[in-house]
């Protein structure tokens, strides 16, 4: 009785599981298509609101993180105000209370684990800083791939406001084509500029409010250009049209840079994970041999004065072939 039991059971879960994948399969392209179709439909008929509530959707909110009164506190210091936009220049829509609280958590279930596993006080030396860098490394590189992104789309929504200029169209009208037409980081960014100008905000403040939130030399030669003219007079669309041409050119010799300092780059790759590969060889080969690095405290001086060494060594061959363009 009990293996018709078992078998039965499992052909039950089974069956289960196949259906479930098959409704998957069959259904989610529609629903996601329908859900497309839903918030379209919702943001066209998001104009008929009344004037109540369009007043209340103008003001600005913030977002409340676990601790207020830290986000309240960080915000009036300058490193706290600056740790702000950097997490907004992310992308990641956390506040500086949860990073704070989830760097310190990490911090303490690393440095724990480490402790725990080497039966080493020097656990909790290696584990806290590197738990606490963890959520800031993490932003960083959402950072760096946000604004990668907004570099390489930006030509793209100059050209866009330029056609818009030679099509008799206002600056204005083309900073919202953008905002509605891009996608993001470039759209977003060019809806808050157009916003600012369009709610009363004189468009060089809403320009430099844009070259605060996204910090790029192209964006300032944007911002630049766009004021100049306006003070000076000139042909705007030509002048952005100008200014995607060398935003383009200047990709493009980004790139041969890249080619040409590849080798030095996979070098730096190759010796930093080099001893890595051997230890763990050596581990297999001749255990007896790698346990005396862990068991002596000389050995133990020498992989920290190696990692030491190794870090040093990989970032100042990644500043050698560090190139400005």
């Known amino acids: 009785m009990a293996p018709f039991v078992l078998l039965a059971s499992v052909f039950a879960i089974g069956a289960g599981v196949v259906l479930g994948a098959y409704f998957l399969v069959m259904r989610l392209p529609g629903y996601l298509a329908q859900r497309k179709l839903d918030t379209r439909l919702s943001e066209l008929t998001a104009l008929d609101v009344p004037e109540a509530q369009e007043g209340d959707a103008l003001l600005k909110t913030k977002q409340e993180g676990p601790l207020p009164a830290l986000d309240r506190l960080a915000v009036g210091t300058a490193r706290g105000f600056a740790l702000g936009n950097w997490i907004e220049q992310s992308g990641v829509n956390v506040t500086i209370s ?17 402790a725990t596993v080497s ?61 509605d037409e891009m996608p993001e980081p470039i759209g977003p960014e060019f809806r808050k500029t157009f916003d600012e100008q369009n709610f009363g905000l004189p468009l060089k403040d809403a320009l430099n409010n844009l070259t605060h939130r996204v910090p790029l030399l192209d964006v300032r030669f944007f911002a630049t250009a766009v004021l100049i003219q306006r003070e000076t007079g000139g042909n705007l669309s030509e002048i952005l049209e100008n200014l995607a041409h060398v935003v383009r050119e200047r990709f493009k010799i980004l790139r041969q840079v ?10 730096g790759y190759v010796l930093l994970a080099l001893p890595v590969f051997l230890a763990i060889a050596l581990s297999f080969i001749n255990p007896e041999h ?30 050698v072939i560090k190139i400005e363009v």
């Open 98 to 114: 949860a990073v704070l609280l989830a760097s310190i958590a990490l911090a303490a279930v690393l440095g724990f684990l480490l």
């Open 119 to 179: 039966k080493n006080v020097m656990g909790w030396f290696v584990g806290v800083p590197v738990g606490f860098a963890m959520p800031f490394v993490f932003l960083n590189m959402k950072r760096k791939r946000r604004m990668h992104k907004f570099e390489e789309t930006f030509p793209e929504a100059l050209d866009l406001v330029s056609r818009a200029l030679k099509a008799g169209h206002a600056f204005a009208t083309g900073l919202k084509m953008v905002a």
């Open 258 to 267: 890249r080619v040409y300092t590849a080798h030095g780059r996979m070098t």
């Open 290 to 319: 790698m346990q005396l690095l862990f068991q002596e405290r000389m050995g133990r001086y020498m992989i920290a004065g190696s990692v030491v060494m190794q870090t040093i060594g990989y970032f100042w061959i990644k500043q």
